[in-house]
DNA sequence: GCTCGTCCGTACGCTTCCGTACGGTCACCA
DNA sequence: TGGTGACCGTACGGAAGCGTACGGACGAGC
């Protein structure tokens, strides 16, 4: 919905106002002629800066990629610990999730193939690196990865659910949420120092009580 | 694509055929000329059966509503051991969930009320369903509710995976995985017989592992 | 065998969108 | 100050889909 700020408009302001249409209403309304209109533009500047609106598409697409892989893992490396960092990106991420209406519009095409494609990217390198995050907490490669494709399904469901139910992820139930996966996925295989850590500081937790009752 | 097998058509034909176009293509592949063409059929045939595509739309979600909740739910009430019925829940259900192309495709359209309300309702459903069994598992009210919402993340974001990157969902990582949350998320607070029947079925499992240095 | 209601086909107008053709504008530069 | 090229508007043709109008086929009942 953005206007025209100065008199000429380039491929990127077209990408950017294809993104928004993208998440409003998926692929089917990324149109040239409202978005042209949201522009404050016609169809003759479109077919200047594009061949198609395919390339439209496809460059809306590359915006939202880069946002979703790079953009996010360059702004963890400020983060030294690995498990500090799995945990941004769990609060972050999920907090963030509801708002990406961009991907669950995407999730939603299963006969476009650009989008398939680069869906399959943004999940394969999330997949790694929390793979990576996983072993350098202790895990061993393969756990490291069953457990990873778990966060990832999770992060995904947590989004799409969001967006369907907003009651269900209010503020307070998503941080019992994510305690608990923590503990259950993500929690070091062999350092106990941490759990005792977060127990202590919430020692009605679900680490707590679980670890009671395994011990009994 | 089914052709016409009688002379007339009923209105349960339209949302079929319908509900095979929605899983194609999703809410906007629901096309009344297309499918006439698929049913073997005109425009003619179907506005005098339904008063707009709209209401065809709604006529195949509620197919999908009614497969999604009580056709499941009767199916599994012939399972006493509720610890089965989520096996069996979370086993059939992932193993289901990449067939279930519908989903997938409703979950894309944010725009679109009708196509919400279903969602929210089944959404509900599931994670109440899931509650019930925890619950009966003996986790406490709340707890319970916490561990079938991740549950239902896990369902949903395994969904839209496997059927973005199959591979991720092979069969064997498949179980490993199920493992992982069954023992991380459901096995019963305070049933270590439970636990222990597994591990000693599968002694170097996640479960065994983790166990063992929760101990040390 | 006639009638009537059910069901369906054909034909049409309307809207939205894609892509093309072409002419106009404006900054910049020689 | 005239020309050039980047940029944009207008106008058009075509495709796809929605919904309507209307007429024909066909079986059930009288």
């Given at each position: 919905m953005r206007k025209r700020t100065a008199g000429r408009l380039t491929p990127r302001d077209w990408a950017e106002a294809a993104l928004e249409a993208l998440a409003r209403g998926g692929v089917e309304a990324v149109a040239v002629e409202p978005i042209a209109a949201a522009l404050g533009a016609t169809k003759g500047s479109f077919y200047w800066h594009f061949a198609n609106r395919e390339s439209l598409v496809e460059a809306a697409l590359d915006l939202w990629e880069q946002s979703r892989t790079d953009d996010v893992i360059r702004q963890l490396?400020?983060?030294?610990d690995p498990a500090e960092r799995l945990r941004v990106l769990i609060g972050t991420g999920i907090e963030l999730g509801p708002t990406d209406r961009v991907e669950i519009a995407l999730l939603?095409?299963?006969?476009y193939p650009p989008a398939l494609r680069r869906m399959r990217r943004v999940a394969q390198r999330r997949i790694g690196y929390l793979a990576d995050q996983l072993q350098a907490l202790g895990w061993t490669p393969a756990e490291a990865r069953d457990r990873a494709v778990l966060i990832a399904y999770l992060y995904v469901g947590n989004m799409q659910l969001a967006h369907l139910a907003p009651r269900l992820v209010d503020a307070r139930a998503h941080r019992r949420q994510a305690e608990i996966v923590y503990d259950a996925l993500?929690?070091?295989?062999?350092?106990e120092h941490a759990a005792a850590r977060r127990s202590g500081a919430r020692p009605t937790g679900a680490r707590a009580r679980s670890a009671r009752s395994r011990r009994a």
């Open positions: 490396e400020g983060i030294p939603a095409n299963p006969g993500i929690a070091a295989p062999r350092d």
